[in-house]
């Protein structure tokens, strides 16, 4: 029988964010959260280096695979191989407005075909034994109604998906950017509620805008889990501060510790081939709105695209990261 996921708290699939070497470092930041990849299409996931692309460490379970695609032969097959690899969940995206995804149709633009994407979740679902889940939008362009979102989800829960991740705004299929996508739709958290409320069998997750340990306090008296993603990206230790407020766990890392292990998972990378900078980009933010913050970001951006050999460069990150752990402990 498979273990049941906690998905309380998740950090959101981000493209060119969420790769390995992130995950793994928010890993050492928090025990208890669930994880997502960046987006993988079908076809880089069936045709592409799969070590290379799908390959994760062990300490970042669980982990969820999201995957782009409307081909259901495709998922089906990425179903297979993401329950082989030892993926925990499988998430279908139903929500990236860019370009290009539309292009390939998958994303956001699949809200458009309901029929579509139960047909696709259906495949998915009598592919593999791991959880099969959707994230979407509330709704797209002109559309974002109560009667048309509940609708969807009805679609998506009668072939077989009972977890939905609703990204409380809209998309803007055209003439908006992703990331204007990400800012200018207005959010709507009542009409998540709404859902959740008239869906009690469903496990309904919020994202969209989540900042702060009260706002989700607050999401999850209407929801059942909150997913967080560009507050966790450009403030990882935001990430502690859950841990102990939302899963009351009193033993949680300082930056330091956090700092010390990673340096290590640098080494034995770097052994493998892996540049320093493909994962200390992901800690610019690790002292954001701390002491030292400026001068640990300036260290990053100066030294990180060294020759990767240097490690006199990559254990000098342990002396700034203790001595911005000791300013902040004088000033605090």
Not at 181 to 190: G, H
């Amino acid at each position: 029988m498979l273990k049941k996921i906690n998905r309380k708290i998740s950090v959101a699939p981000m493209m060119d964010c969420t790769d390995r070497h992130e995950r793994y470092f928010l890993r050492l930041l928090s025990k208890n959260i669930m994880l997502y990849t960046e987006m993988i299409a079908t076809k880089s996931a069936i045709h592409g280096d799969r070590k290379k692309i799908l390959g994760f460490n062990q300490i970042e379970k669980p982990l969820a695979l999201q995957v782009g695609g409307s081909d259901k032969k495709e998922l089906s097959e990425v179903c297979k191989i993401a329950e082989g690899m030892g993926y925990d969940e499988i998430n279908i995206n139903l929500g990236c407005p860019s370009k290009k995804v539309q292009k390939n149709k998958f994303g956001a633009c699949l809200m458009k075909e309901p029929d579509l994407v139960s047909e696709c979740i259906s495949e998915m679902i009598n592919s593999c034994k791991i959880p099969v889940t959707a994230k979407t939008r509330i709704g797209f362009d002109d559309i974002e109604s109560f009667d048309y979102l509940n609708s969807f989800v009805n679609k998506i829960s009668e072939a077989g998906c009972k977890t939905i991740i609703l990204h409380a705004r809209k998309a803007i299929l055209k003439g908006l950017t992703p990331k204007e996508n990400l800012k200018i739709p207005k959010l709507n958290y009542p009409l998540v509620y709404e859902i959740k409320n008239k869906n009690k069998n469903l496990e309904i997750i919020i994202n969209g805008g989540i900042t702060n340990t009260e706002q989700i306090k607050e999401h999850l008296k209407n929801c059942d889990g909150v997913m967080i993603g560009r507050a966790i990206y450009q403030n990882p230790y935001f990430l502690a501060e859950i841990e102990n407020k939302i899963f009351h766990n009193t033993n949680v890392p300082s930056r330091s510790e956090v700092a010390e292990k990673l340096v290590e998972y640098v080494k034995e990378e770097v052994k493998k081939g892996t540049r320093v900078n493909q994962i200390m980009r992901h800690t610019v933010g690790l002292y954001h709105g701390q002491n030292g913050a400026n001068k640990w970001k300036r260290y990053l951006s100066d030294n990180m695209m060294a020759r990767d050999s240097d490690f006199q460069k990559v254990n000098h990150i342990m002396t700034i990261a203790q001595n911005n752990e000791k300013a902040n402990q004088v000033s605090s």
